[in-house]
């Protein structure tokens, strides 16, 4: 019982200290420019005028803060940081030495590179929907194929174990090289397990809801050791051999990003699951088209603000990263919502099984828009969501438009790489798996209870995509495509991918194309699928990123002129390839390394991918030289592929006027 008497302990011993959220969370936003490379950050200052601050700093992937930080007075609100690059972010924590220790994240970049390839993607249907939904499945399935996901499917019925699901998943992930995102539709089998109450309720103690064991992939879970039948509601009894699990803590970190979207026993709300279902997955559909209209505010309704765990910092400091933090205020949550709209609200208070004090109940979300895509909620009971009318899953059972749900309080969550391009999952995951990398972890961190009602692919910044995708297939010159230019203003040009399945990997072919034309030359015949996508230089409160719409697919059985085994990294003929001068105005020299005699076929392409200049060369071991001529040529970028035996070495070539 140590685990729920140490959080009445927390609950009950911070409540007189009247320390209001905001005193604990830096609201950091940022601005940036490209010549010469800054990063500037802005924050506001905190009630307390004493104590100083540190900036710690790092890598996205790096587990590690720097050591030694920036150190600026109590007075300072603002820091630039020049020791920056384009294309690379930098990660930044900020501390203050007061008597609250507030603290903030931001992930701030310049022209951050686009996310072309997310991974492997598990869906798993609830057969109940597998013909009444199948419509929108098929539309939720192209958009994730649209989204760089490679799309696996399994439908189980809702009768099916636990385990058995838990077995396919495993087995999926053996079988499947990058699978990185499990999205459950429907009452496939909740998982329960460890002797827990987080919202330290005593008649709450027991097997809480946890999707956490669908992810966590290589751990070792038991159910043989707690015996717990103490708890208010059976469903979080506990005893050995019942199929509820003994773990409390992840056993270890968690492999695959999870969220769920599922309508059983909402009957509040008057509509069949399906009707339920189809009305979810046609808002998330029109989100991601890039069609509804997105304002960028945050909402906070705070109403646990005299404990000093903050729980209303998953609102401050995260929206701040996100939307700016001059557009995040306090306001109502069910009123404003009803008519204006806010992509991201929190809300906390006191709860119930279907309501939060302060805030409203399951029914207010029936009888009201909810005018928010993220609605991240903290009070009691309903965490545990898997219960009728549950609160968490209100919001999305609502017309409009929300589409994500989340516990948020404790633990606390770090959503703050979102503004530059990562989807919800890659957050939820890194704040189900935080061991004090990011602080304060908070109450209950690594606990099995952490979950996502809602869609894990979705992300802050959608554009509208590329249309009338075509590709013809020419013996002399490979595939030919064509498309309708996307709608979005400003937009930079398109990238083009190929799979050899239609919902399989899509790897990219192209460098950014600024035409509606392109041309790959170069493949084994056969089948092929091919994706455009739209690219947009994204503005946000974080700085600056390469933003990629949906893409738009069309196939056909393709005749290359040129055959390849591989598109980049030297082959076993080649040792080293170069050209000079590059940048070039009307003649470079490409000098070829080869391993040994061997013919090659060198040849110039545009960015469209179309084939200018071919000629063959014999190559001698050791170097040789070519003279390219460049003089007819606009200037700008070009490919140099030399052929050798079915392998192909690609080097970039710009040419100045």
Not at 71 to 90: E, I, M, Q, R
Not at 235 to 241: A, S
Not at 272 to 298: C, D, F, P, R, W
Not at 483 to 493: C, H
Request: with cysteine; net charge negative; glycine share 10%.
């Amino acid at each position: 019982m140590n685990r729920f008497l140490t959080l009445i302990c927390l609950l009950c011993g911070t409540a007189a200290l009247a320390q209001t959220t905001t005193d604990r969370a830096i609201r950091i936003s940022a601005s940036v420019t490209g010549n010469p490379a800054s990063i500037t950050l802005n924050w506001e200052t905190t009630s307390s005028g004493t104590g100083s601050y540190s900036i710690y700093t790092k890598t996205k992937g790096s587990t590690m803060w720097s050591s030694v930080p920036i150190s600026l007075p109590a007075s300072a609100n603002s820091y630039k940081d020049n020791n920056v690059t384009v294309g690379t972010g930098v990660e930044y924590y900020i501390y203050k030495a007061d008597g609250t220790s507030p603290r903030g994240y931001i992930y701030a970049g310049i022209e951050e590179p686009p996310i072309h390839n997310r991974g492997a993607i598990l869906l798993l249907v609830d057969s109940t929907f597998t013909d009444s939904c199948k419509t929108e499945i098929a539309a939720l399935m192209t958009d994730l194929r649209g989204d760089g996901w490679q799309v696996l499917r399994g439908d189980f019925s809702r009768n099916t174990k636990v385990a058995d699901i838990k077995s396919y998943i495993v087995s999926t992930s053996q079988q499947t090289s990058g699978l990185n995102a499990l999205y459950i539709l429907g009452h496939i089998a909740v998982p329960h397990s460890g002797n827990i109450n987080p919202d330290a309720h005593t008649n709450h103690v027991g097997g809480w809801s946890a999707d956490t064991y669908y992810g966590e992939l290589d751990g070792s879970w038991s159910d043989n050791a707690i015996n717990n039948t103490t708890s208010a509601n059976s469903k979080n009894h506990n005893v050995p051999g019942d199929g509820n699990f003994d773990q409390s803590l992840i056993p270890s970190d968690i492999d695959l990003q999870v969220g769920r979207v599922d309508f059983y026993d909402m009957p509040q709300f008057g509509k069949t699951e399906v009707q339920l279902m189809k009305s979810y997955l046609n808002k998330a559909h029109t989100y991601k088209s890039g069609t509804m209209t997105i304002v960028k505010k945050g909402l906070i309704d705070d109403n646990f603000k005299s404990y000093a765990e903050g729980f209303a910092v998953n609102g401050w400091s995260n929206f701040s990263a996100l939307v700016g933090k001059d557009n995040v205020s306090e306001k109502n949550f069910i009123t404003t919502l009803n008519t204006d709209f806010h992509q991201w609200a929190y809300g906390c208070g006191g709860g119930t099984y279907i309501s939060a004090g302060g805030i409203g109940n399951t029914s207010d979300f029936e009888s009201n828009n909810v005018k928010a895509i993220f609605t991240p909620l903290f009070g009691s009971y309903f965490g545990d969501w898997d219960y009728k009318n549950s609160f968490l899953r209100a919001p999305l059972c609502a017309d409009d438009p929300s589409l994500a749900c989340f516990w948020a309080g404790r633990p606390n969550y770090f959503l703050h790489h979102m503004a530059l391009g990562e989807n919800l999952g890659y957050s939820i995951r890194l704040s189900q798996n935080n061991s004090g990398l990011y602080s304060p972890a908070g109450a209950g961190a690594r606990w099995v209870h952490t979950g996502l009602m809602g869609d894990p692919t979705l992300r802050t910044d959608y554009v509208r995509s590329a249309s009338s995708v075509t590709v013809t297939s020419n013996p002399n010159a490979g595939a030919i495509l064509n498309w309708a230019a996307s709608p979005e203003p400003n937009v930079k040009g398109y990238y083009i991918y190929r799979s050899d399945k239609e919902f399989g990997q899509y790897k990219l072919r192209s460098d950014l194309v600024t035409s509606t034309s392109f041309t790959d030359s170069f493949g084994k015949d056969g089948m092929y699928y091919y994706m455009v996508r739209a690219s947009v230089l994204e503005q946000t409160a974080s700085g600056s990123y390469y933003n990629l719409s949906l893409g738009d697919i069309a196939s056909g059985n393709i005749t290359y002129p040129y055959d390849e085994v591989g598109i980049t990294g030297l082959t076993t003929n080649l040792s080293k390839i170069e050209l000079y001068p590059n940048p070039t105005g009307n003649v470079t020299t490409l000098k070829i390394g080869s391993l040994s005699n061997i013919d090659a076929t060198i040849s110039i392409t545009d960015l469209q991918g179309r084939i200018l200049h071919t000629q063959n060369a014999s190559l001698d071991i050791g170097d040789n030289y070519y003279k390219l001529n460049m003089a007819n040529y606009a200037s700008g970028m070009y490919f140099v592929h030399i052929h050798t035996d079915g392998d192909i070495q690609t080097i970039k070539l710009m040419k100045n006027e």
